[in-house]
């Protein structure tokens, strides 16, 4: 079996991706340190990273958090490799180790000043308050979500699962997952809306998606897995004294950790440091890294505002071109609807010989009634055929005792796009002309033209 170095898991030679439960039954079983080691690799930055936020930005403290976590996952490998999904007791233990870390060390005081501070300086400089709100309690609304809601939102926004991944993991279709994960961020919605945190769901899944991600610092995987896999073989060796060995072991990891920072910090090399002094130096690199990520946020901060300068300036100059469009638009629509409304008799029409109309009768009158014999069909409008918009033009009009269309005009109509066309094709129909008393009459008539793009059309009418 190879490394996957970019996912930090395990894979088979043929490429397949060992899923956590059987790292954690290898590592149960046959204490292989390669799958334990595999699954550090895969999940420290998600622990780190919630770590971290509830530690209000203390890199020290999220680090010794991490460190517990990993060390309980160690001791509880066996009955951890029944679950169905790793990440949710991951995120579950983060919490509990952070509250407790938190609540009995009162050095921690100092650290949350300085994240305060930090809080206040990105607040001057204009970051954006959802997120400065949300953090602080995010993983205390993620802690109240059931298993599977609380194990769909940290795959889809902490880990950036696609959907179809975060289904194979609970066992649900890719629709059902999304399902799962939008009634998770609508109960979220609900729960921060409680705690003066007012959002949308769609809004809530944009900062999530968006959220900095925290990297764990390097050589803490080394760190954190070497003492969990003693931590772990020191509770497996001894039942009955287990307990005592852990707590020491834990205290020696957490000031080896220590040591190296102050160290780093320091630039010495090889020199064992006195506990009182590797405090101290803790708290100063404590405080460093939190002016670091400050500088960070406000590096970042700067480079997200000038995206909206250059996208609002993008979006001026699109609002003036449709400003543009629109006036233009009016202006056409406005000729359109004054010719529309000029009489077919004061519009240009083909030559045809004047016949005298004489007396014009109703239709109801006649002894014969016209009959069309050539039938123009109607210019359906390109735009209106294009978006699929029908409508209806009465046309009003005279045959002459000739058989021709005399004074066609529109009478009523749904759309004023439809006029031109139904007047100019009702006034080159033909007609056979209405005849009283043995005589042909010119003869009044009204006759609606429907316009449709559907081919299921009454027949018998005239639709075109």
């Not at 420290?44 to 060390?71: E, H, S």
């Not at 000043?113 to 997120?131: D, F, K």
């Not at 289904?167 to 998770?184: N, P």
């Not at 406000?298 to 979006?315: D, F, H, S």
Request: hydrophobic fraction near 45%; charge should be neutral; aromatic fraction near 4%.
């Amino acid at each position: 079996m190879t490394d996957d170095a970019k996912s930090g898991g395990r894979r088979t030679e043929d490429g397949e991706r060992i899923d956590d439960a059987e790292l954690l039954r290898r590592y149960a079983e046959e204490k292989s340190e390669d799958a334990f080691a595999a699954l550090v690799r895969r999940h420290i930055d998600f622990v780190y990273a919630a770590a971290l936020r509830q530690a209000r930005g203390n890199a020290a403290l999220a680090q010794d958090v991490t460190q517990t976590v990993f060390t309980d996952l160690a001791r509880k490998a066996a009955a951890l490799a029944r679950h169905e999904v790793v990440v949710g007791w991951l995120h579950t233990a983060t919490r509990f180790a952070a509250t407790k870390a938190i609540r009995t060390e009162s050095r921690r005081y100092a650290r949350e000043q300085e994240a305060y501070a930090m809080n206040e300086v990105l607040h001057e400089s204009g970051a954006p308050v959802e997120w400065e709100r949300l953090h602080t309690v995010l993983d205390e609304v993620l802690g109240e979500l059931k298993e599977r809601e609380r194990a769909a939102i940290l795959l889809r926004f902490f880990e950036k699962k696609p959907l179809a991944e975060v289904g194979a993991q609970l066992s649900l279709t890719e629709t059902a997952a999304r399902s799962c994960v939008d009634r998770a961020l609508e109960k979220m919605r609900a729960r921060l809306e409680k705690r003066g945190v007012t959002s949308t769901s769609v809004a809530l899944a944009i900062v999530l998606t968006n959220q900095v991600a925290a990297t764990a610092p390097a050589g803490l995987v080394a760190s954190v897995t070497g003492a969990a896999l003693a931590g772990g073989g020191a509770v497996a060796a001894g039942a009955s004294g287990g307990g005592a060995a852990v707590v020491t072991l834990m205290g020696m990891t957490k000031l080896q950790i220590g040591m190296v920072g102050a160290i780093a910090v320091a630039g010495a090399t090889g020199v064992i440091m006195q506990a009182e002094s590797n405090s101290r130096l803790r708290t100063e690199l404590a405080m460093l890294q939190v002016r670091s990520g400050q500088l960070a946020a406000l590096q970042t901060e700067n480079g997200r505002l000038a995206r909206e300068a250059a996208e609002a300036n993008e979006l001026r100059r699109d609002a003036a071109a449709l400003t543009r469009l629109q006036e233009e638009a009016a202006a056409l629509k406005t000729k359109l609807e004054a010719a529309m409304r000029t009489p077919a008799a004061n519009r240009p029409a083909a030559a045809r010989p004047a016949v005298s109309l004489g007396q014009v009768f109703d239709i109801t009158s006649l002894d014969q009634k016209p009959t069309p014999e050539v039938q123009a069909r109607p210019q359906y409008p390109a735009e209106m055929r294009r978006t699929g918009v029908g409508g209806e033009v009465v046309v009003d009009f005279v045959v002459d005792p000739e058989g021709n269309v005399q004074n066609a005009h529109a009478v009523r109509a749904s759309r004023p796009e439809f006029e031109t066309s139904a007047v100019e094709a009702v006034s080159k129909w033909k007609f056979k002309p209405g005849q009283k008393t043995g005589q042909t009459v010119s003869t009044h008539m009204q006759i609606p033209i429907v316009f449709t793009v559907s081919s299921d059309r009454p027949k018998g009418e005239n639709w075109f």
